[in-house]
């Protein structure tokens, strides 16, 4: 069957095509009381960042207001943005974080 076409089998509408899914940015945002360290920890451990890359988008966050921490399918988007705000909220601080479709 060619690609995009459509068939019926048993009364159920088949579609061939497959598509690829929407992919979401996870964004970290500025404000006046979240530590800079509290943001390398939180983009080392729930973003899996190297030291130095986490550096690079908490300078990021910190100078342009704000971060593009990851770009992931919606599920594991919605997933790390509600891990940071977890995390946020336990240690205390206003960190925002979050997603919009690429």
């Known amino acids: 069957m060619p690609e995009g076409e459509t068939r019926v089998e048993s009364g159920v509408t088949l579609e061939e095509e497959l598509r690829e899914p929407s992919m979401y940015r996870v964004i970290l945002h500025n404000d006046d009381f979240t ?16 030291a130095d890359e986490a550096e690079t988008i908490m300078l990021a966050v910190h100078e342009k207001g704000s971060g593009v921490c990851g770009v992931y399918p ?15 909220t336990e240690a ?9 479709k690429e």
């Open 92 to 100: 205390g601080f206003p960190l925002r974080c979050t997603m919009e």
């Open 74 to 88: 919606k599920e594991i988007a919605e997933f790390r943005v509600g891990q940071v705000l977890r995390r946020a």
């Open 35 to 50: 530590t800079m360290d509290f943001v390398v920890m939180v983009l080392m451990e729930i973003f899996r960042k190297s």
